[in-house]
């Protein structure tokens, strides 16, 4: 069962600030054609709004094969995949029914529920977000003062521009 996990988290992404899988690694996992698991996904869109499920961009997609350390495909893919992600997942059990799916889903919730866990298990990791969210909250105390003072001189020449010198003669002035 380890050496399962193992494999699925080895197909868990970050894209977007989510922790996802693709439709291709899914599909994989659930013995299903990506096709059939994107045309099932299409039928039931209103299942999966964006926080559930995503399709790659471009430039998403080369990153993650550049990652992954892959260039070859398997096949030929005519869009860039859809990322998924633990909610998604947890929608597109519900859709794929068949033990295969039911018992691949199991395994994916574990394998998220441990990775929460190994973050969240860490005991350095909530000193040492408390110590960066000091840092930051510090760095830009510092740095709005600087903008600040800048803004206020910017201001001060603006409101009070440099009286000018006549030249020449003026008539009012015999």
């Known amino acids: 069962m380890k050496k399962?996990?193992?494999?699925?988290?080895?197909?868990i992404h970050e894209i977007r600030g989510y922790k996802v899988m693709l439709d291709s690694d899914l599909?994989?996992?659930?013995?299903?054609?990506?096709?059939?698991?994107?045309?099932t996904v299409k039928r039931n869109l209103v299942r999966f709004p964006v926080d559930f499920m995503f399709q790659l961009t471009d430039k998403e997609w080369d990153d993650l094969r550049c990652q992954i350390g892959t260039t070859?495909?398997?096949?030929?893919?005519?869009?860039?995949?859809?990322?998924f992600t633990e909610q998604g997942i947890a929608m597109?059990?519900?859709?794929?029914?068949?033990?295969i799916a039911v018992k691949v889903n199991i395994s994916i919730m574990r394998t998220f529920v441990e990775l929460r866990h190994y973050v969240l298990d860490k005991p350095d990791t909530n000193a040492q977000i408390a110590e960066l969210r000091k840092l930051?909250?510090?760095?830009i105390e510092k740095n709005d003062?600087?903008?600040?003072?800048?803004?206020?001189?910017?201001n001060n020449l603006i409101e009070q521009p440099k009286p000018t010198?006549?030249?020449?003669?003026?008539?009012?002035?015999?």
């Open 72 to 83: 070859k495909m398997i096949g030929k893919i005519r869009y860039n995949p859809h990322a």
């Open 92 to 99: 597109l059990s519900g859709l794929l029914n068949s033990e």
């Open 27 to 39: 599909a994989l996992l659930y013995q299903v054609e990506v096709k059939y698991l994107n045309r």
């Open 145 to 154: 003062k600087r903008v600040n003072d800048i803004i206020i001189a910017l």
């Open 4 to 11: 399962e996990l193992v494999k699925i988290q080895k197909m």
């Open 136 to 139: 930051l909250m510090l760095y």
């Open 165 to 174: 010198k006549r030249i020449g003669f003026n008539a009012s002035d015999e």
